[in-house]
Structures are given as C-alpha cells and as structure tokens.
C-alpha cells in the first residue's frame, strides 16, 4: 500500500515539473505583453431583467482569443516557441503539430473594431446609443482588457400590424399572426423579427406556398408616434414579390425510383400504378405495396415540406437505402393562375442488399469484465423484396476481471444469434395510419450463449423475443416485446461455487429458477444530440413482467411450485426510471444531474428475483469509488468478507449522480464528479416469514435507507474522439453503507476506472 502512495506522490510530482518548465516567459519579446483575454462590465443603471442571454451574446464577440493554457500553462505556445528557436526533436514536432499555437500579443488586439461590434450588437436588440469603454489590466508579461458598458433603456413594442391586401395570401398571414411572439411590450430585437419572418415562411409553406421566400417579408419600426422609448412594427410584402409566390401549389403527380442508379438513366423501366403513386423499377426490387406505406404525400394535397421531411426520414428508417432523393417539379404557370401545380419524384438509392463483416473487438463491462472478441456478422437487408432485415452473429469472446478488489475470475464466451425485422407493423389489424412521425418495426430474434467461467461454473443461455419498436417524434421511441423468453441452465458447478451458494441462500435462490417468459416495455425521451437546447433533458423508463400469463397454463408441484413444460419459472414485476438533466454552462462545460431509482418484486414462485433481473450498484457506470457491483444491499456487511460479488445485488436500486464537465485541451476532456447509490432486498415480510435465510441481514430497505447510502467523488479525463470517448476516472469513498457519517478521504482507497464511453 505504501508503494502506491508513493508511486502516485512521484506522479503528482512529475506532473507538476514538466508543466513548470513549460513556462514562455523567458520567449516572450521586450515589446510585447500577451494578450490574457477580455471581460465585460454591464452598468445595468435602469435595473432592466432578462440580460443573461445578452451578456452571452457580448462574450462572443471578444476577438482574439488568448492563448489556451492547461493547469496554468500554455503548452501550445511553448512548443511553438521551442520550434522557433530550432528545436527540431521528435517530440517538440509532434507536440507544436497537434497542440502548438501562435502566440496572441495584446498589440494584436483593436479595442476599437470590438467596441464597435459590441455597439452594434447593442442597436440590434433595441439598446441604441449605449456607451462603450474600455480599460486595460496590465501584469508583467500580460494584459487584458475590461470592456464597460453603461446601458440605455430598451425600446419596446407598442402595436404590431400587418399592411393588408385582398389576396387570400394575405388572409393566411393574418391567421398566422394570431400566434405571432411578438406581444406588446416586447423589446426591440432584431433576432426576434428573424424569427418570425422564418415563422411565417414555415407556416405558408405548411399551406402550399411552395415560391415563397421569407425575404419577401420586410419589417419597418416607427419610433416618431411616441415620446418614451416605444415603437410600431408594421409587417408588408415587397412590391417586387413574383406572383407565382402568392399562390399555394398542388401535388399532380407522384413518382417512385425504388431501385436507383446511373445506370438507369438511358433504360425503359416498367411502371406499376399503386393507390395513385407510380413505381418505376426494372424488376420488383421493393414491393409497391409495402413502399407506398412509408409515404405521406399523396395526389391532390398541398405542398408541405415537413410532410416531405417525414417521408424521407421514414424512407431511411426501413435500412435498406444509402440515399433519399425528393425533388418536386414545378409545371407551367400562367400569370393568371390561382394554383400551382407540382409533380414529387422520390429517388431511392439502395445499400447492397447483403453484407458480411467480421470484427475484432475489445469490450468492458459494468461488472469489471474485459477482453478480447471475435464477432463474425451476415446481413441481408432486402430478404423478402419489402425491407427485411436478417442479421446472424456468431461470436466468441475471452473476459477477465480488471481494477481494485476483483476477484481474478477469467471465462470464454461463445454466442449464437438470428434476428429478423420487419419495417412495418406485424399485427392482427392494420394500424398503420395511426403513426404519422415513424413506422413501427417488428423484430423476431432468437439468441444462445454458452459461458465458462473459471473455477466457478458453466451457464448456456437461450434468449427470443417479439417486439415492435417505433419513433413517436425525434425526441420520444417506444419499444414494446409482448413475448420475451430467457432460459438458462448452471452447470459444471465447482465445490467453491457450491460452497459460495450453501453460505448464502438468497443468491442461490436466485440460481434456482432459469425459466423466465413474460413482457418488456422500454420508453425513452432523449433530447441529446436532437435539439438546440442549451440544457437538455433525458429520461427513459423499463418494465419487466414475468410469469403472469405462464400461471394459466401452469401446473402444480408438490413443493407448491408451478411449472410450464416441466420447467419452474419466475413471476416477478420490474420497473426502473433514469433521469437525467444536462446543464449547459457554456464553452463546452456541463453540469449534469441523474436520478436513477429500480424496483423489483417477486411474488408467486419467486422468492427473490432471478440473479439476471436483479440491480447491481458500484462501478465505472455507477457509484465509481467502489468497486463494480460490491455495494450493499443496504447496510449487509457480507462483500467485506472473503465472499464474491455475487453477494452485492439487490431488488432495489436508488442512485443519484453529479458531474461537472469541462474542457482541458483539444480532445482532452475533464470531469469532476460526485455519486451515491445502494442496492436493498424487496422488503417483503410474508416471504421472509416463510424463508428467513433468504434475508441477508442489514439487506431489507427501510425508512433509514439515506443513511445506508454509498458515497464517493472524482476526477476523471477523458479522450472524445468524435464521440468515441475513452475514459479514466479516479474515485474514492466518502460515506460507507454502515456508516451514518462521512469518511476521511484516503489516497490508498482509491479506485482507477477505465471504461469506454461517457457514465450516462
């Protein structure tokens, strides 16, 4: 334990030097101060509220940038000097290649062209005539500037009217201004009068108005009607605006390219008419039938672009095509016409329909588990001509335990799988006009696994479902298996095994039934990577029923157990909820609050719920300065002793997590952090009445479950290549499950993990 302690003082050490002598000061020429960067002073003298967004705004326009500096030094800027000065070895190239930066003199900077920008950012959101100053700090080697500004009282909005006309075109505005944000009172902003010229353009596009163009739309202020700072907005239409702009447009006409390439270009290709579309392929590539439920344009309607937005996502969605073509066709207009008319050619450009992979991968697992694979993968994405997907795996794979307090367990993995899915909906009536955003998939997969792990035992799997999965909007999917079936056979187990099981009967009532047959349910809304959203929301939620509709056709055993087919099977009810709010704070930093809360329940033939079901807490996914899955459950002691993992899983699960997110140089991510969380036994007093060694004792939830929280917090870094993230986070504990107060912080308590991807 001293040799870590000292290996990690030394790394402190050395960590600290080189960064010392990555000092620039001696490069730096007797002329020249670096310029430190800007900051900006608002003198809100009129106590005007709502100006976070404002000041935001203002700090974008601080030009240059300054050095980027890392732990107080700027090591771009020292290997660009150092190759200056003909320093030529390998590694001052590499790193003035990959991180090296001119270097950013405060005679570089025009205080003059900032204050002008911020001055007319300040006119463009209604502050005209704001006063703008600047003063310099100045240090040794550095300066920086602090830019004040004393604010005027805004302009706001007195009346907002349109210049009206008798077209029916001007009708349509006029009903989109019932719900125009511009309300009296608000003040002058040239981004809000961008907002509702798009707005508007959106919504007579939505009506058909396939020529109109939002420059079309001007907006004129007059401030003369009014002593205060007030001001009338009054929206009209260029006078230059063609007329074919004015006029909402029609679809004649609607054209499929199921199979399209170059190729195609000089052939005579047949034409199959199916409910008003034509389908133009040389061979039935993709039945017309199952195409034409993916479209939502039909003959006769309105053009709407979201409409032909949809299509094209629900288009992609099937996974047979690499590209999606809609062009729309604008037929002859005359001055006179009151309607356009459009024809809508849909090219789809096809994947190749099979596909053989093979993968060498490198896996880690929640529960420390790390190793080698070999997958090898077939497809074929077109199987039955409607967009089929059939998929079979076969991999085979070598994990070991990795990190603080493992167990040194090693397994070979060996697996089996087939899937078939449907991009439509397998089901007894048709439903599918009742999804407008995305078609449901139906999938039908069937897996085994044979799994030995050393010294303990062996475990053979099967696993099938049937399920349908389907997007209500961007933000919101659903994924339902109305048949999920998991069974699983122990065998080959060693003494140390059995003797594992014999001193701890709950888990080795969690062996016992192998034979799961129930119902999933999956909902998860997910605004990350979807939305402009400065902070972002992400919740998703699983239920797990099993064992319900199995008791209809069950038999009794003379242990009052039943069976289906001779097997024992578990009955148990499971839900979980994962909350997560991410907090923009600006230049790339996060501040990101989970909640996440699990609960199982056993009943019927199940005393506790089968091990694969149950909730595991500690890990690099989890409470991260403990070790993977050796928390609890609740305030049992029976992890700290020469025991497994095993021991630690629970039917309960309350975890909450904290982290702040920052950047540090380039890809170089950093991440401070904090995290609580335990695993109980369903409380349930009638079965433990029956089987009291069932109950690990300290393990039941109880009104005291704060205090048997597990607590730790951290420091990580992590590599974020373009979303391929690898990870170091280094944790210690803070709060033991049995105890009700804080731990000192201990070096030699840490716990290193590494893992692929962000926790959540």
């Known amino acids: 334990?001293?040799?870590?302690?000292?290996?990690?003082?030394?790394?402190?050490?050395?960590?600290?030097?080189?960064?010392?002598?990555?000092?620039?000061?001696?490069?730096?020429?007797?002329?020249?101060?670096?310029?430190?960067?800007?900051?900006?002073?608002?003198?809100?003298?009129?106590?005007?509220?709502?100006?976070?967004?404002?000041?935001?705004?203002?700090?974008?326009?601080?030009?240059?940038?300054?050095?980027?500096?890392?732990?107080?030094?700027?090591?771009?800027?020292?290997?660009?000097?150092?190759?200056?000065?003909?320093?030529?070895?390998?590694?001052?190239?590499?790193?003035?290649?990959?991180?090296?930066?001119?270097?950013?003199?405060?005679?570089?900077?025009?205080?003059?062209?900032v204050i002008n920008l911020i001055k007319n950012r300040l006119d463009n959101r209604g502050f005209f005539n704001s006063k703008v100053t600047a003063s310099v700090k100045e240090k040794k080697y550095t300066k920086s500037i602090v830019y004040t500004i004393d604010l005027t009282e805004p302009y706001v909005l007195e009346t907002y009217q349109l210049e009206n006309d008798t077209l029916p075109f001007y009708k349509e505005i006029k009903e989109e201004l019932k719900t125009t944000l511009l309300k009296k009172g608000t003040r002058y902003s040239l981004e809000s009068f961008k907002q509702e010229r798009i707005k508007i353009d959106e919504s007579l596009k939505a009506r058909g108005y396939y020529n109109?163009?939002?420059?079309?739309?001007?907006?004129?202020?007059?401030?003369?009607?009014?002593?205060?700072?007030?001001?009338?907005?009054?929206?009209?239409?260029?006078?230059?605006?063609?007329?074919?702009?004015?006029?909402?447009?029609?679809?004649?006409?609607?054209?499929?390219?199921?199979?399209?390439?170059?190729?195609?270009?000089?052939?005579?290709?047949?034409?199959?008419?199916?409910?008003?579309?034509?389908?133009?392929?040389?061979?039935?590539?993709?039945?017309?039938?199952?195409?034409?439920?993916?479209?939502?344009?039909?003959?006769?309607?309105?053009?709407?672009?979201?409409?032909?937005?949809?299509?094209?996502?629900?288009?992609?969605?099937?996974?047979?095509?690499?590209?999606?073509?809609?062009?729309?066709?604008?037929?002859?207009?005359?001055?006179?016409?009151?309607?356009?008319?459009?024809?809508?050619?849909?090219?789809?450009?096809?994947?190749?329909?099979?596909?053989?992979?093979?993968?060498?991968?490198?896996?880690?697992?929640?529960?420390?588990?790390?190793?080698?694979?070999?997958?090898?993968?077939?497809?074929?994405?077109?199987?039955?001509?409607?967009?089929?997907?059939?998929?079979?795996?076969?991999?085979?794979?070598?994990?070991?335990?990795?990190?603080?307090?493992?167990?040194?367990?090693?397994?070979?993995?060996?697996?089996?799988?087939?899937?078939?899915?449907?991009?439509?909906?397998?089901?007894?009536?048709?439903?599918?006009?009742?999804?407008?955003?995305?078609?449901?998939?139906?999938?039908i997969s069937f897996d085994s696994e044979y799994l030995s792990r050393s010294n303990l035992y062996g475990l053979s799997s099967f696993t099938s479902s049937f399920g349908y999965h389907w997007d209500a909007n961007k933000y919101l999917s659903h994924q339902i298996n109305p048949i999920n079936i998991n069974y699983v056979k122990l065998f080959n187990t060693t003494s140390d095994f059995k003797d594992i099981l014999e001193k701890n009967a709950f888990l080795q009532s969690s062996f016992d039934q192998q034979f799961i047959a129930g119902f999933t349910y999956n909902l998860t809304y997910s605004e990350l990577g979807r939305s402009s959203k400065k902070n972002q929301i992400f919740f998703a939620s699983n239920l797990d029923i099993a064992g319900g509709a199995l008791s209809l056709l069950s038999q009794n055993t003379s242990a009052g157990k039943k069976t289906f087919l001779g097997l024992e099977y578990a009955q148990y009810a499971k839900v979980d909820i994962d909350f997560r709010y991410y907090l923009g704070l600006g230049k790339e930093q996060t501040l990101i609050t989970r909640l996440y809360g699990g609960l199982g329940i056993p009943y019927g033939n199940s005393s506790v719920l089968p091990f694969t079901k149950q909730f595991f807490a500690g890990g690099p996914y989890s409470v991260r300065g403990f070790a993977s899955r050796s928390i609890g459950p609740g305030r049992y002691n029976g992890s700290t002793t020469n025991s497994t993992y095993f021991d630690s899983s629970g039917d309960i699960r309350l975890e909450a997590n904290l982290e702040y997110r920052f950047p540090i140089y380039s890809l170089i991510k950093g991440a401070l952090f904090a995290d609580a969380g335990n695993v109980w036994l369903y409380n349930n007093s009638s079965s433990l009445e029956e089987d009291n060694s069932l109950s690990l004792e300290g393990g039941q939830f109880s009104s005291n479950f704060i205090n048997e929280l597990a607590a730790s917090v951290g420091a990580g870094v992590r590599v974020d290549i373009q979303s391929f993230v690898i990870r170091f986070d280094l944790a210690t504990p803070v709060k033991q499950p049995i105890s009700n107060s804080l731990s000192t912080i201990k070096l030699s308590n840490t716990i290193l993990n590494f893992a692929i991807g962000y926790p959540f």
């Open 212 to 443: 109109f163009n939002q420059d079309f739309i001007i907006f004129e202020a007059d401030t003369n009607q009014y002593k205060n700072k007030r001001f009338d907005l009054y929206l009209r239409i260029k006078k230059e605006t063609p007329k074919k702009a004015l006029i909402p447009y029609q679809i004649n006409k609607i054209t499929v390219y199921p199979n399209h390439n170059l190729d195609q270009k000089n052939k005579v290709l047949d034409s199959t008419e199916y409910k008003g579309v034509y389908f133009i392929q040389d061979t039935v590539f993709f039945k017309p039938k199952r195409l034409h439920n993916y479209l939502l344009l039909n003959k006769d309607d309105f053009y709407n672009p979201q409409n032909s937005k949809i299509t094209s996502k629900r288009l992609s969605s099937i996974g047979t095509y690499k590209y999606v073509n809609i062009q729309f066709d604008e037929k002859s207009y005359q001055e006179n016409d009151s309607l356009g008319s459009l024809e809508a050619n849909i090219y789809l450009s096809p994947l190749n329909k099979r596909s053989l992979g093979l993968e060498l991968q490198a896996v880690t697992k929640s529960n420390n588990f790390a190793g080698p694979g070999l997958s090898i993968n077939y497809r074929n994405r077109n199987l039955f001509s409607g967009g089929e997907l059939l998929s079979l795996t076969g991999t085979v794979a070598y994990e070991t335990q990795i990190g603080n307090n493992t167990q040194n367990l090693n397994g070979l993995k060996v697996g089996l799988g087939a899937s078939l899915t449907f991009p439509r909906l397998i089901f007894p009536w048709d439903l599918t006009g009742r999804f407008k955003y995305g078609v449901p998939k139906t999938k």
């Open 1 to 113: 334990m001293k040799q870590v302690i000292f290996l990690k003082v030394c790394l402190l050490f050395i960590v600290v030097t080189v960064l010392s002598a990555c000092s620039v000061k001696r490069f730096i020429p007797k002329d020249e101060k670096l310029y430190s960067g800007a900051t900006i002073k608002i003198n809100n003298i009129n106590k005007i509220k709502g100006l976070s967004s404002l000041e935001e705004e203002l700090q974008e326009l601080l030009r240059p940038e300054p050095n980027s500096k890392f732990l107080g030094s700027r090591i771009g800027l020292y290997y660009h000097y150092k190759t200056e000065q003909g320093k030529k070895g390998f590694l001052t190239k590499y790193m003035n290649k990959k991180f090296g930066e001119n270097p950013m003199y405060y005679s570089n900077v025009s205080q003059n062209k």
